[in-house]
């Protein structure tokens, strides 16, 4: 048994090697990789007809994944008022999932998510500053990282890309400043330890007008929380030489905080910008100016190891109030891989790149 996996793992480590020559070959080396040390990378992943949810996840960890998001709206778990008997219970299921995977967590409460309010219907009607509504919040959350007791937690966010829904709303954002403060107040006292955010885009964070909603949440946090898909106004893909320099504004943006680029991913869809080839250079190049900042990106969470279906695309553009085909191209060709589990150019680079970082196990 033991020369077995042996010979396995010498297997892995020489298709990863040589799949690292080919991806030299393909993209000019401009700077050495750097070892990843206290790095983390994540690998978000589905479940589609042809892969097992268990068989995504080794695949993300034998691509280098270290850890994995878990997503749990606040809707999800206050069920009832005071209540909370989510069905089914995430959080109950990634307890008993991920550790024996090895895989850590970034827990994502959802408070706003993106266009949604996700509060329970029964504190719509209720200031974002109500003291019941920040009481009520903090027991559906602390009740979601209790049931994550064996899981080791790298990070909590209090919302996904609060700015979007924010922005348009002004009249909501002092009070849910009010809030967002808080519930990291009560999170500092119950898990001194572990680091709290709020995720925003990355056009948020970076945009010139003041005040920006998205910069004020994050004040007072341990981390700066990003989402960043390279895309203009028309949902066309950025040039990569342009998009990486994003990275650079952001490090210039929050020079006192760690940052977490909670999700990161690039299109792959010819009508979205640069196809396939963009795809896969956009992966070499986020690696390769990731490594300038390796002391102050601690983490990055590439979006999605697989395709989701082209149902599963219109659905979701739909959910964003979008039906245009760039976008619902954009959301439908995030992958590395496709949806069928062929390798696109980005799967075979992603690799190579994060085995020269020591990321893979």
Same mark, same amino acid.
């Given at each position: 048994? %033991? /020369?077995?996996?042996g010979?396995?793992?010498?297997?892995?480590?020489?298709?990863?090697?040589?799949?690292?020559?080919?991806?030299?070959?393909?993209?000019?080396?401009?700077?050495p990789?750097?070892?990843?040390?206290?790095?983390?990378?994540?690998?978000?992943?589905?479940?589609?007809?042809?892969?097992?949810?268990?068989?995504?996840?080794?695949?993300? %960890?034998?691509?280098?994944?270290?850890?994995?998001?878990?997503?749990?709206?606040?809707d999800?778990?206050?069920?009832?008022?005071?209540?909370? *008997?989510?069905?089914?219970?995430f959080?109950?299921?990634?307890?008993?999932?991920?550790?024996?995977?090895?895989?850590?967590?970034?827990?994502?409460?959802?408070?706003?998510?993106?266009?949604?309010?996700?509060?329970?219907?029964?504190?719509?009607?209720?200031?974002?500053?109500?003291?019941?509504?920040?009481?009520?919040?903090?027991?559906?959350? *602390?009740?979601? %990282?209790?049931?994550?007791?064996?899981?080791?937690? %790298?990070?909590?966010?209090?919302?996904?890309?609060?700015?979007?829904?924010?922005?348009?709303?002004?009249?909501?954002?002092?009070?849910?400043?009010?809030?967002i403060?808080?519930?990291?107040?009560?999170?500092?006292?119950?898990?001194?330890?572990?680091?709290?955010?709020?995720?925003?885009?990355?056009?948020?964070?970076?945009?010139?007008?003041?005040?920006?909603?998205? /910069?004020q949440?994050?004040?007072?946090?341990?981390?700066?929380?990003?989402t960043?898909?390279?895309?203009?106004?028309?949902?066309?893909?950025?040039?990569?030489?342009?998009?990486?320099?994003?990275?650079?504004?952001?490090?210039?943006?929050?020079?006192?905080q760690?940052?977490?680029?909670?999700?990161?991913?690039?299109?792959?869809?010819?009508?979205?910008?640069?196809?396939?080839?963009?795809?896969?250079?956009?992966?070499?190049?986020?690696?390769?100016?990731?490594?300038?900042?390796?002391?102050?990106?601690?983490?990055?969470?590439?979006?999605?190891?697989?395709?989701?279906?082209?149902?599963?695309?219109? *659905?979701?553009?739909?959910?964003?109030?979008?039906?245009?085909?760039?976008?619902?191209?954009?959301?439908?060709?995030?992958?590395? /891989?496709?949806?069928?589990?062929?390798?696109?150019?980005?799967?075979?680079?992603?690799?190579?790149?994060?085995?020269?970082?020591?990321?893979?196990?």
């Open positions: 048994m %033991i /020369r077995r996996l010979l396995a793992c010498l297997t892995m480590a020489l298709c990863l090697i040589f799949v690292t020559m080919a991806a030299s070959q393909t993209h000019a080396q401009t700077e990789p750097v070892h990843r040390g206290d790095r983390l990378l994540g690998l978000a992943i589905i479940e589609t007809k042809t892969q097992s949810y268990g068989n995504a996840m080794d695949a993300s %960890i034998e691509a280098g994944s270290d850890y994995i998001e878990l997503v749990v709206g606040w999800d778990v206050e069920t009832a008022p005071g209540a909370h *008997n989510p069905r089914p219970d959080a109950q299921l990634a307890n008993g999932t991920f550790p024996a995977y090895g895989l850590k967590v970034a827990l994502s409460f959802l408070t706003f998510d993106t266009v949604s309010d996700r509060r329970p219907a029964w504190h719509q009607n209720a200031s974002w500053d109500d003291p019941e509504v920040i009481e009520a919040a903090w027991r559906a959350l *602390n009740r979601t %990282i209790i049931r994550l007791r064996d899981a080791e937690l %790298i990070s909590v966010s209090l919302g996904n890309e609060v700015d979007v829904l924010l922005t348009t709303q002004p009249a909501q954002q002092a009070a849910y400043l009010v809030f403060r808080a519930l990291k107040v009560r999170m500092a006292a119950a898990y001194p330890t572990l680091p709290v955010g709020v995720k925003v885009t990355a056009a948020g964070a970076l945009a010139l007008e003041e005040p920006v909603i998205a /910069r949440v994050t004040e007072g946090m341990d981390l700066a929380m990003i960043y898909y390279p895309l203009d106004a028309e949902m066309k893909t950025q040039p990569i030489d342009v998009a990486v320099t994003v990275l650079d504004r952001l490090v210039g943006t929050f020079p006192d760690p940052i977490h680029l909670a999700e990161i991913g690039y299109p792959s869809d010819p009508a979205c910008g640069d196809g396939p080839e963009g795809q896969a250079d956009f992966v070499y190049q986020v690696f390769q100016r990731w490594d300038r900042y390796a002391d102050r990106i601690k983490a990055m969470n590439w979006v999605w190891q697989t395709d989701i279906g082209p149902d599963e695309a219109a *659905n979701l553009a739909g959910a964003y109030g979008s039906d245009a085909p760039c976008f619902v191209g954009f959301l439908g060709s995030l992958g590395l /891989r496709n949806h069928d589990l062929s390798e696109k150019s980005a799967w075979p680079v992603f690799r190579a790149v994060a085995f020269e970082r020591g990321f893979t196990r």
